[in-house]
């Protein structure tokens, strides 16, 4: 791929940025296709936001991926929001088309767990009522879940997160409850999603949140953690011959969700998972 006067710019704003996977997969992807796109990071101090914003616009540059600690700063810049990402709160790609935020983050896990069973009319629980889990669970209502429950250890959390998600009118059968109480839970869902840091690097010997004895052979389990690639939970998801759902995935499909909002073009998710396996250190 080669930068010429013509190329367009998308990228990355974040503080810090340089560990970020993002410009290897999306470069992975544009050089694929053969498009005239280079995607670059950029270490965004968060009082110098607003300058950012304006300044990418001012340089033409088609889009950006928003990450930590901007995603729900940034919103106030914007002239538009799409709806889930309103009610999410927080954004994590804008185009500047339109100056319009959105949230592929939970679009991302959604993708990821659709390539092994669609959303509708499932029993969801989702463990954890942070960042992650209040993107993911309302795009899990958007979806068309059948009941949605969130558990978490502080349980207010989890109470205020599902009141919220049943505010927004996206789905009828919103629950709430301590995550000491998952096994119960569980054992009713066909989904299960953790979203809490349980077992992530450096903490990969940690209790998985939920045993194989308590999983059976329908359930899909998705972990939200990437590091390690296969975590304590996902192994007991193989060991109860359930069926497992990567981290790495959701990363995938916020990638190729960004890719087509900035492109208008179908992400080439195989290429693109590649660089992110690379790029990640995985088989
Ligand atoms: P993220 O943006 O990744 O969601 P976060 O907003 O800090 O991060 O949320 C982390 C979530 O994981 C919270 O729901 C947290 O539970 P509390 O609200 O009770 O703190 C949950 N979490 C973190 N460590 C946990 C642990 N060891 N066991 C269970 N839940 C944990």
Do not use: C
Not at 11 to 24: A, D, K, N, R, W
Not at 36 to 54: G, R, S
């Amino acid at each position: 791929m080669k930068i010429k006067g013509s190329t367009n710019i998308v990228g990355l704003i974040g503080h810090p940025v340089e560990h970020s996977f993002s410009p290897p997969m999306h470069n992975a992807a544009f050089k694929l296709l053969d498009m005239n796109y280079a995607y670059v990071a950029f270490d965004v101090n968060p009082n110098n936001l607003n300058e950012a914003i304006a300044g990418a616009q001012a340089l033409n540059v088609k889009g950006f991926n928003v990450t930590i600690p901007h995603k729900v700063e940034v919103m106030q810049y914007l002239d538009e929001l799409d709806e889930v990402a309103e009610l999410i709160g927080a954004v994590n790609t804008i185009d500047f088309k339109n100056l319009k935020g959105y949230n592929t983050d939970g679009i991302g896990a959604v993708k990821a767990i659709e390539e092994v069973t669609s959303i509708k009319n499932k029993n969801v629980v989702v463990a954890g009522a942070g960042g992650a889990s209040r993107a993911i669970s309302f795009y899990i209502a958007k979806y068309g879940a059948e009941s949605l429950t969130i558990l978490n250890r502080n349980e207010a959390k989890a109470q205020n997160l599902a009141g919220d998600i049943s505010d927004s009118a996206l789905i009828d059968e919103v629950k709430s409850g301590s995550i000491s109480a998952i096994d119960g839970y569980v054992r009713n869902a066909d989904i299960l999603i953790d979203t809490t840091p349980v077992g992530m690097h450096p903490h990969s010997n940690d209790d998985p949140i939920v045993d194989a004895g308590v999983m059976d052979e329908d359930l899909v389990v998705f972990d939200a953690v990437y590091n390690p690639n296969e975590t304590a939970l996902l192994k007991e998801a193989i060991k109860a011959n359930a069926k497992p759902v990567y981290g790495i995935k959701m990363l995938l499909y916020q990638g190729a969700e960004s890719f087509k909002i900035w492109t208008g073009v179908d992400a080439p998710v195989d290429v693109m998972e590649n660089a992110l396996k690379d790029t990640l250190n995985i088989e």
